[in-house]
């Protein structure tokens, strides 16, 4: 109960309004539920504004909004930092921090975060399996104690290399864990992900961190996406209009004017090797409006999917 209202309250900070039939899809729980949990948070002294009907939805009043705009880039990093070194004895500290990680440009806070902190989370969650946890211990293990590691990695062309590296961070980009490191091969700032590294083992070599602050991978990574994005416009059914919410944004979501089914969904999206299977999960209840040359590519794929079937 107390995790499912502490996601509630994260999701009314991070967004200005919200429906009870969206966090019930969410969570999994009913409407009525929902609203008991809202009025448990007002029971409790949080400002949740609630209104029912037609028109209704469920936000947080204003009061409790806090602009990232009341702070510097140094200052929401040193927050996040000093919550991390001094953990309270209950998990406040964890909804503290997370809180204000979604309150902050995360571009921009990145390289003051890194001065101080091991692990860097970008609005997703932790889904990893038994082997990753085991890699993910061994770099943790190499962070905290400031010790060098040798990878054995594979990149995604196919080349197989060894590295030695100085672990910074772990990093949380677009669902994908990676290893964020200074890398002696390269002589230069690296992510290592997570699921490609073979082979880790730690050397007997301490080293001290590196100054990241002329570090603009972040940027440049920003850059490149935008560049490899397009508009997307899809009519979905309400079936799969929670599940597009999340991924698209809720403000991407609009009641279609000819259906009462039907919602339209508009947004710029990374193309990329993950968008074609993305709108496959959602067959059949969703249909590319635009880009043509998207639908063109959908088609040649449902087409080449028919032929494995024999």
């Not at 440049?220 to 599940?243: F, G, M, P």
Request: aromatic share 10%.
């Amino acid at each position: 109960m107390v995790n499912v209202m502490f996601n509630i309250l994260v999701d009314l900070l991070n967004k200005k309004n919200l429906t009870a039939q969206y966090f019930a899809a969410k969570h999994e729980i009913s409407i009525r539920t929902v609203y008991r949990y809202c009025e448990s948070m007002q029971g409790a002294g949080v400002p949740v504004v609630l209104r029912r009907g037609k028109n209704g939805g469920i936000s947080i009043s204003d009061d409790l909004l806090m602009k990232n705009t009341y702070f510097t880039v140094e200052e929401f990093a040193r927050m996040v930092n000093a919550l991390k070194a001094f953990p309270a004895p209950d998990d406040l500290s964890d909804k503290v921090t997370k809180k204000l990680l979604m309150l902050s440009n995360s571009a921009e806070l990145m390289p003051a975060l890194l001065k101080n902190d091991s692990i860097i989370v970008e609005n997703s969650s932790w889904g990893g399996t038994e082997k990753y946890r085991e890699k993910a211990a061994v770099i943790a293990d190499a962070i905290n104690k400031s010790v060098k590691l040798l990878l054995k990695y594979h990149s995604r062309e196919g080349e197989v290399t060894e590295r030695e590296v100085e672990p910074h961070a772990f990093v949380l980009k677009d669902d994908v864990w990676y290893v964020f490191c200074f890398c002696l091969h390269r002589n230069d700032f690296r992510l290592f992900k997570l699921s490609r590294i073979e082979r880790i083992e730690k050397l007997p070599v301490k080293f001290v961190k590196r100054d990241t602050s002329g570090y603009d991978g972040w940027r440049l990574d920003y850059e490149a996406a935008k560049a490899a994005s397009i508009n997307l416009t899809l009519k979905i059914h309400e079936k799969i209009r929670y599940d597009v919410e999340e991924w698209l944004g809720i403000e991407a979501v609009k009641p279609s004017q000819t259906s009462r089914e039907h919602y339209i969904a508009g947004a710029t999206v990374a193309e990329n090797d993950m968008l074609i299977p993305k709108l496959l999960s959602y067959a059949p209840y969703v249909t590319v409006l635009s880009p043509d040359d998207l639908r063109e590519k959908l088609r040649n794929t449902v087409g080449e999917l028919v032929k494995t079937l024999g």
